[in-house]
């Protein structure tokens, strides 16, 4: 318990913009999550020579911590550096993006029908959904017929995605769990909907299948962006790359968990 109370302490030291404090905190608390935010902090404070030290001492025991694995790309990309961290030194690399053949009209009319009915929260605490509705993540908990099909679909697009990527060395395919467990919710946006920026460092790899796609008029509306930057990182020279797709209905898009993403905000049903 007094390691949760540092890690909470130093989250609101953290807000109160007392970052040296926090990272003193988040020291004390020796998780990986607090090694990860105390990384992000040294960056922030532009600290740049600790930055680096730290994260080549964390290499050692966090090499495919996700988070830590996120702002050493982007700190890779501000600071002109080598990665040095041996996740996915270029996440953008690993963005895959195809269609789901095997889904018909039908099936995703009565799958949408199905996903529709289940219990969801309106731009639930803690979330980045934003103009819209997510259930948990219990999707794949005791599936229906439709929820199994779907995920057999996924999981027949996470071989294919494996089997594109395997030859390349990084940690990210060499560590690639041998098994693995499907977390999914199901997000309905409505008029000026979008996801605000965030990563899953929780998980291995990330997706998401598009059931429904409204008519998108202007600009880039309704797009999904990838990138390095997140978490109000700051930017010291240029922006990084990013990565924009327009969704179509029946599109599956695969990236490593330590990929920023967001969409744009759209106008229509």
């Not at 880039?220 to 240029?238: A, D, Q, R, S, W």
Request: with cysteine; aromatic share 12%.
């Amino acid at each position: 318990p007094h390691y949760e109370a540092f890690y909470n302490r130093g989250g609101l030291l953290e807000k109160l913009e007392r970052w040296d404090e926090a990272i003193r905190d988040f020291d004390q608390c020796g998780e990986p999550r607090a090694r990860a935010r105390a990384l992000e902090l040294l960056y922030r404070l532009g600290k740049y020579q600790s930055f680096r030290e730290r994260l080549h001492m964390l290499n050692k025991f966090d090499h495919a911590d996700r988070r830590i694995a996120a702002i050493s790309a982007f700190a890779a990309d501000q600071l002109k550096l080598n990665n040095p961290h041996r996740f996915c030194k270029k996440p953008l690399d690993f963005l895959r993006i195809s269609q789901l053949n095997e889904c018909s009209e039908s099936f995703v009319a009565s799958l949408i029908e199905e996903l529709k009915g289940r219990k969801a929260q309106w731009e639930p605490e803690g979330k980045t959904t934003h103009f819209g509705f997510q259930t948990e993540a219990t999707l794949f908990i005791n599936p229906t017929k439709n929820i199994q099909r779907l995920e057999q679909i996924i999981k027949k697009e996470i071989k294919a995605y494996l089997s594109k990527f395997r030859s390349v060395d990084c940690l990210f395919i060499d560590l690639w769990p041998k098994k693995f467990n499907l977390h999914g919710w199901f997000v309905r946006l409505l008029d000026q909907g979008y996801q605000g920026s965030h990563m899953h460092p929780s998980g291995w790899l990330s997706g998401v299948v598009y059931l429904q796609v409204p008519e998108f008029l202007e600009g880039e509306e309704g797009t999904i962006k990838f990138g390095l930057h997140g978490f109000n990182y700051p930017i010291v020279t240029e922006p990084p790359e990013e990565i924009t797709h327009r969704p179509k209905r029946g599109d599956i898009v695969l990236f490593p968990s330590s990929l920023f993403h967001k969409t744009v905000p759209f106008v229509g049903k």
